[in-house]
């Protein structure tokens, strides 16, 4: 039986949002579908808080529109409101509220009546593996619970769509991997989950759908296999030779790490196997052929060095 078609969980037109002169986001088109588990990655200042931030309502967009689940942000805000759980990159902690009281306390925020709020809060702590701490200082957890009493908040209201910006943030690698399976199980639940992380390993196995965003702007949404085959793509170099430009051209043409070399007005574009080729084969192969260089420059940083930063974990 085929698939049944995904349902837009959320969607964007043109979203852009500018600080001043600064444009933190430009012109996003994305979608998220429900039951996705949604990586949103880029490298420190790309725009993902801002973007996650125009969702959660708590910031207007300078252009285009978002929809969450339908509802639209700014027309809309209440509604999206109820759907949502929002947890910012930073929250303050009540370090010296008990753990129940933290989250019985956001459930009357949310108006869940007294009678209900018990079974509620034993519920989302027991999700996020805390029923052990209920009595337990905030302060006195360690971050890693933290944060995931953070998420239990954010789920006291039952929302159907998670917005998490870097959740996974400063945890160490135990406190990390019981994050994520906390959101493996929400995704079993139903839940639709936007996690954001400025490295793309981080989320590569989670998450069945990734965007990249690199200064604001949308480089890549799709599979996560699909951000490998973009990387496959090779480095370019752009060469200027006051020698025969032809000549350079098929001198370069007989080395293994250059895949293809093709004359631009009047200079040579010559593109590498992958990121790992070695750069100086191609100014070793042009001066051991004879050919004098003017001119040698890898190409602007492009959507490989991009995809390589991320998938480093670089910031900029
Ligand atoms: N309130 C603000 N005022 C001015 N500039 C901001 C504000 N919020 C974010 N920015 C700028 O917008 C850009 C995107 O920031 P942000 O969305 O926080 O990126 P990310 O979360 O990907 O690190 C950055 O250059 C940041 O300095
Ligand atoms: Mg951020």
């Known amino acids: 039986m085929p698939d049944a078609p995904p349902i837009p969980a959320v969607q964007t037109y043109g979203l852009s949002r500018s600080f001043g002169n600064l444009t933190a986001l430009s012109a996003l088109d994305l979608t998220v579908n429900k039951g996705d588990l949604f990586g949103f990655i880029g490298s420190n200042g790309a725009g993902k808080t801002t ?8 910031l207007a967009p300078s252009a285009g529109r978002a929809l969450v689940l339908g509802h639209d942000v700014v027309s809309a805000a209440d509604e999206v409101r109820h759907v949502i759980g929002y947890m910012p990159d930073f929250f303050g902690v009540y370090k010296d509220m008990e753990v129940t009281e933290y989250l019985d306390f ?13 079974k509620t809060v034993s519920d989302v702590l027991e999700l996020v593996g805390l029923s052990e701490k209920k009595g337990a200082l905030i302060g006195a957890l360690s971050r890693g ?3 995931r009493l953070g998420l239990a908040r954010v789920l006291i209201h039952d929302p159907q769509l998670l917005l998490l910006d870097e959740p996974a943030s400063g945890l160490d690698p135990r406190a990390r991997i019981e994050m994520m399976a906390i959101l493996q199980e929400l995704q079993r639940m ?35 296999s699909g951000v490998r085959d973009q990387m ?20 370069l043409r007989r080395c293994p790490e250059i895949q293809q ?30 050919a004098r260089i003017l001119e040698l420059q890898e190409d602007e940083v492009g959507l490989e060095e991009v995809f390589l930063r991320v998938t480093r974990g670089d910031t900029q």
């Open 190 to 224: 139903g839940k639709t989950i936007i996690i954001s992380s400025h490295i793309l390993r981080e989320l590569e196995t989670l998450c069945n759908r990734v965007a990249i965003i690199e200064r604001g702007q949308l480089i890549y949404s799709g599979p996560v």
């Open 261 to 290: 070399v093709e004359t631009v007005d009047g200079r040579l574009k010559v593109t590498l196997i992958n990121h790992e080729a070695d750069r100086t084969v191609v100014a070793e192969a042009l001066v051991k052929g004879g």
């Open 51 to 58: 973007t996650l931030r125009i969702l959660a309502t708590f």
């Open 106 to 118: 956001f459930g009357a925020c949310y108006k869940i009546p007294s009678a209900k709020r018990e």
């Open 145 to 147: 619970m933290q944060q």
């Open 232 to 251: 496959a793509t090779g480095v370019v170099m752009w060469v200027r030779v006051s020698t025969d430009t032809e000549q350079a051209a098929e001198l």
